[in-house]
């Protein structure tokens, strides 16, 4: 069966640092987001992404923070300088065109020192 | 401003019971909720949607059913087992040009040998 793949599972950054997570959507998926949750905390939209632009964002989704596809299958996430209070796991998701589940990747644990 | 809320926050049950999870929203105009599983460190499976307009939604051992007026959802499993041990998370996702799920607090069950 299909899946949402994401890597890398765990990174480990200093403040400041700027880090990138990547996703593979599921193929022929349409609609992309990223969540997150912060240990012991709700999972929380952070943006969603169709048709090669940012369809909604949240307050948490600063100028910090940007999306990219840069080719057919990769969605990326980048934080340009990271806080520790970004520390979360952040997960991937993505949506057919047609449907309307959301199918959540396995996280990547994000730990900013 | 939707708020999702899930009660009990854990909850422990000996192996064979059925049991039911319960899912409280405050404003009643979504379009649809959707129960998800997340196991320790992992990534979040979805398990069932439910489109406002339906009453009840099945798959094996799994019925969630949905009150959309009083603003509730219920995830009832009959015959638990110890692998459905895991946080059980509802999400809904408003009505509106809007597609982000808005996540509650989870219920953790333990089902025991």
């Known amino acids: 069966e299909p899946e949402v793949t994401q890597t890398p599972s765990h990174q480990v950054t200093q403040m400041g640092q700027e880090v990138i997570l990547r996703c593979v959507p599921i193929s022929n998926h349409l609609y992309f987001y990223w969540y997150r949750q912060i240990l012991g905390q709700k999972v929380e939209f952070l943006v969603s992404f169709y048709n090669n632009e940012i369809s909604e964002k949240s307050e948490i989704f600063d100028d910090q923070f940007s999306v990219e596809r840069p080719d057919g299958s990769n969605f990326t996430l980048k934080i340009r300088s990271t806080k520790l209070e970004d520390s979360a796991m952040y997960f991937c998701a993505s949506r057919a065109g047609g449907g309307e589940t959301q199918y959540f990747g396995p996280g990547t644990r994000l730990l900013v020192l | 401003k939707q708020e ?79 692998g459905d041990s895991a946080t059980y998370l509802c999400a809904v996702r408003q009505s509106g040009a809007t597609n982000k799920l808005i996540f509650g607090t989870g219920t953790l069950l333990a089902v025991q040998p």
């Open chain 2, 4 to 82: 999702v809320t899930q009660i009990p926050a854990a909850l422990s049950v000996p192996e064979g019971e059925n049991l039911v999870l319960n899912c409280s929203f405050t404003d009643s105009a979504i379009y649809n909720l959707q129960w998800f599983r997340q196991d320790p460190g992992k990534g979040l499976t979805s398990l069932l949607l439910i489109q406002s307009s339906q009453r009840e939604q099945t798959s094996g051992r799994l019925n969630a059913s949905l009150d959309k007026s009083s603003g509730r959802s219920t995830l009832y499993i009959a015959a638990s087992q110890p």
